[in-house]
Structure formats: structure tokens, C-alpha cells
């Protein structure tokens, strides 16, 4: 039998990795509090439409997706619609435009806590309703660079790890000013600070291992 890599078992792109497979479990969820009545209209930011062939959603005339990118990524689905936008100013969509805003492990990537709040805030304007997930902060195995409590280590040393070695996800980045980009591209959210974007939210734990992996947040925004 083969032995997979952590790299591996986390490709997002693979039908058969852990990661889909956690995926296929959050999605389950989705179905679950999204509106019965159809066809419901999607705002996913930061997704991608092979995300939505993967969860059974493409080409389904109940529903209607877009998805939102800093640069607008490929699609080729009659139901999906690919953008370009910046989450945290959707001035470009009115109050309530989406039936639910959808974001899977985006928030985290957006800049400081002030960035993630004005991304929160947005979401809870643009849409009837929400469902956004990222990773917890104090899960001991971190999902980017994959290794074992790398959120913790001082930032100089992180910064210092990436320009040496190939971390995760990450490539290796000599230069260190362009290092110190890719440490700060991740800021990882803690159950409080989910509790404080989304007040009115109801806080799910997803759990690995018997821990808190993640936890998605959910609810009306009116």
C-alpha cells in the first residue's frame, strides 16, 4: 500500500484526500441550513468551481454560485460564475444581494484581525445568510506549512524556516521581505475571535482526533 504524505492526505484538489473528505462532511452541514426553498443564489469567496464539481453542486440549476477572487479564476459550469473582488469591500453587491455568503478556510488569509472584521462585516451585509469555516488557532497541527505547532514559534523563526525549507503548502522563500509575506498571509482566528466576527452566529466545532480542528460559523444575517 502506498504511503501518503501529509501533503497528500490535505490536496484539496484530490477526490480522495482526508481534506475532501473533512469537505464532503462541512458540505453536508451547508445542505443542511441553506434555504429548501430553490433556486438559491451563492457567494463563495475565495473558492474555486472545481470545489463545487467536487461537492455535487456544478451544473444544478438550484443553484446559483459565484465565486470571488482577488483575480477571477476559471469556470466552466452554467451555474457558476467566476469574479474578481476584494472580500473585504464587496461594494459592488447591495445589502442582501445573496441568499448565503459561503467561505471555506478564506478569512484566515485576508491580513489582521481589522481586515477579517471588515471581511465579516461585509459577508453579514451582502447576504440573507452565512456559512463560513477556517481553521482554529490552537489545533496543534498547523494546515498550511504542516508542521506541528509552527503557529506558535516566534515570527522571526518562522520567517527563517520558510527561507530555508519548502513548508506545507508554501514554497520556499529566499528573500526575506517576500518571507515575511507568506508568515503574514496566515493569520489563524481562535474561537473567541470567530464568536466576536459573528456574534449572532452559531459556532460549530468541527472535530480531528477529538480536538477542534476548525470551527465554522452560521446563521441569518438578518
Not at 23 to 42: C, H, V
Not at 62 to 75: F, H, P, Q, T
Request: proline share 5%; with cysteine; hydrophobic share 35%.
Amino acid at each position: 500500500m502506498k504511503k501518503l504524505s501529509f501533503k497528500e492526505l490535505t490536496n484539496v484538489n484530490k477526490e480522495d484526500s482526508f481534506v475532501t473528505k473533512l469537505r464532503l462532511k462541512r458540505i453536508a452541514l451547508f445542505k443542511d441550513i441553506i434555504p429548501k426553498q430553490k433556486p438559491i443564489s451563492i457567494l463563495d469567496i475565495g473558492g474555486t468551481a472545481t470545489f463545487w464539481k467536487m461537492m455535487g453542486f456544478a451544473d444544478d440549476p438550484d443553484y446559483s454560485i459565484k465565486v470571488l477572487n482577488l483575480s477571477a479564476n476559471e469556470s466552466n459550469y452554467n451555474n457558476i460564475e467566476a469574479v474578481s473582488g476584494d472580500a473585504r469591500d464587496l461594494s459592488e453587491y447591495s445589502d442582501n444581494s445573496f441568499d448565503i455568503v459561503f467561505s471555506n478556510s478564506v478569512i484566515e488569509h485576508v491580513g489582521t484581525y481589522d481586515d477579517q472584521r471588515k471581511m465579516a462585516l461585509e459577508i453579514l451585509r451582502v447576504g440573507k445568510q452565512y456559512f463560513v469555516q477556517t481553521p482554529n488557532y490552537y489545533f496543534p497541527f498547523e494546515p498550511h506549512f504542516l508542521i506541528p505547532c509552527f503557529q506558535y514559534l516566534p515570527f522571526g523563526l518562522r520567517v527563517r524556516l520558510i527561507q530555508r525549507f519548502n513548508l506545507g503548502h508554501m514554497k520556499r522563500t529566499p528573500d526575506k521581505d517576500k518571507a515575511e509575506e507568506v508568515i503574514k498571509s496566515v493569520r489563524l482566528l481562535n474561537r473567541k475571535e470567530i464568536q466576536e466576527l459573528f456574534p449572532e452566529g452559531h459556532i460549530h466545532n468541527e472535530k480531528l482526533f477529538g480536538l477542534n480542528y476548525s470551527f465554522i460559523a452560521y446563521g441569518d444575517c438578518i
